[in-house]
Nanobody
Framework: EVQLVESGGGLVQPGGSLTLSCAASGFTFGSAGMSWVRQTPGKGPEWLSTINSVGDDIDYATSVLGRFTVSRDNAKNTLYLHMNSLKLEDTSVYYC?????????????WGQGTQVTISP
């Protein structure tokens, strides 16, 4: 069973930084593409980034390009989202997902999400 557990969310001032983690289990992490998605109440899910299984091919949404960086440690079965220059509009619940289809937003597994709040 795919299990994904996000952590690292919290309250940060605008301009600040935060790193989220996603601990994976129940599957061969090093063989899976992983993604980060966020969702704000009242809005649809927003794809942020996808990293391939070995970490050498990464895509970012325009909204986070240059501010967010995705990485993974396959030895630790962990995915990361390093967020810099945070803005008020980055306030959301952040999810990691396994093998996400960006067109349908279907994934083989989702975490429970971690809340990120940007506030002065």
């Amino acid at each position: 069973e795919v299990q994904l557990v996000e952590s690292g969310g919290g309250l940060v001032q605008p301009g600040g930084s935060l790193t989220l983690s996603c601990a994976a289990s129940g599957f061969t992490f090093g063989s899976a593409g992983m993604s980060w998605v966020r969702q704000t109440p009242g809005k649809g899910p927003e794809w942020l980034s996808t990293i391939n299984s070995v970490g050498d091919d990464i895509d970012y949404a325009t909204s986070v390009l240059g501010r967010f960086t995705v990485s993974r440690d396959n030895a630790k079965n962990t995915l990361y989202l390093h967020m810099n220059s945070l803005k008020l509009e980055d306030t959301s619940v952040y999810y990691c997902a396994k093998d996400l289809n960006r067109a349908t937003m279907y994934a083989d597994g989702w975490g429970q999400g971690t809340q990120v709040t940007i506030s002065p």
